[in-house]
């Protein structure tokens, strides 16, 4: 385990890539789109170089929200997506839920495209 002295432990953090999807990029307007990309980038290249686990989902891959960006995956490899199946918000599905939880990791890193809407606790 690393000294941590009160930061952010990665052997006992999970990142949660909520939503990165090209069709609801274009709905951003707080932030520069390229900029949107280069920071998910960030945080999938950090999670590799720190072995930090990384669960991915997301809304309707199929229709207009798209797919997740490529990026997400190739820059985290390990990276493990569950499906939705029909939920809007991520913590409606059983299996991201499951998975979450199964990683055993306590501190749970969130990132998500519309916040208020695929990650709102139940």
């Known amino acids: 385990m690393f000294a941590t002295n009160g930061m952010l432990d990665p052997e006992d953090s999970v990142i949660l890539l909520i939503d990165h999807q090209s069709g609801l990029f274009n709905t951003v307007r707080d932030i520069a789109i390229p900029d949107l990309r280069n920071y998910v980038i960030a945080i999938a290249k950090t999670a590799t170089m720190l072995n930090i686990p990384v669960i991915t989902t997301a ?14 995956h190739k820059y985290a490899p390990h990276a493990q997506y569950v499906p939705r199946t029909g939920q809007i918000n991520a913590w409606d599905n059983p299996l991201f839920v499951e998975a979450i939880e199964k990683t055993g990791r306590k501190t749970v890193i969130i990132a998500g495209t519309l916040t208020s809407v695929c990650m709102a606790f139940p």
């Not at 809304?59 to 997400?72: A, K, Q, T």
């Open 59 to 72: 809304s309707v891959p199929d229709g207009p929200n798209g797919p997740l960006i490529p990026e997400v």
